[in-house]
């Protein structure tokens, strides 16, 4: 079984900052790509950023110049760096990560999301 925990939500005023962060546990032969999506209110799920193993970062470009992701491949973890937040940055943000694990004989690929974390600007 895999595990991806969420910290770091929270309230924020406009232009604010917040980090969140993702950890990856479980048992698993190899972590492929990492990333965060969010749901804003009323919409659905999309990408924010991605990052793959061997950290080479890709962003929605609503957020080209304000977020950095980021992984710590040792920890298993990944971050995003929210810079100059605004409203509409308003959602629930998941972790999302795919994996190499092993069922029986076989290496299967499977994808694994957090719980989610809220992040709230306020104008």
């Known amino acids: 079984q895999v595990h991806l925990v969420e910290s770091g939500g929270g309230l924020v005023q406009t232009g604010g900052t917040l980090r969140l962060s993702c950890e990856a546990s479980?048992?698993?032969?190899?972590?492929?790509?990492m990333g965060w999506y969010r749901q804003p209110p009323g919409k659905q799920r999309e990408l924010v950023a991605t990052?793959?193993?061997?950290?080479?970062?890709h962003y929605a470009n609503f957020v080209k110049g304000r977020f950095t992701i980021s992984r710590d491949n040792a920890k298993n973890t990944v971050s995003l760096q929210m810079n100059s937040l605004k409203p509409e940055d308003t959602a629930v943000y998941y972790c999302?990560?795919?994996?190499?694990?092993?069922?029986?004989?076989?290496?299967?690929?499977?994808?694994?999301w957090g719980q989610g974390t809220q992040v709230t600007v306020s104008s």
């Open positions: 999302n990560a795919k994996f190499k694990v092993i069922r029986g004989r076989k290496v299967d690929d499977d994808t694994y």
């Open positions: 479980g048992n698993f032969l190899r972590l492929n790509d």
């Open positions: 990052i793959s193993s061997g950290e080479i970062p």
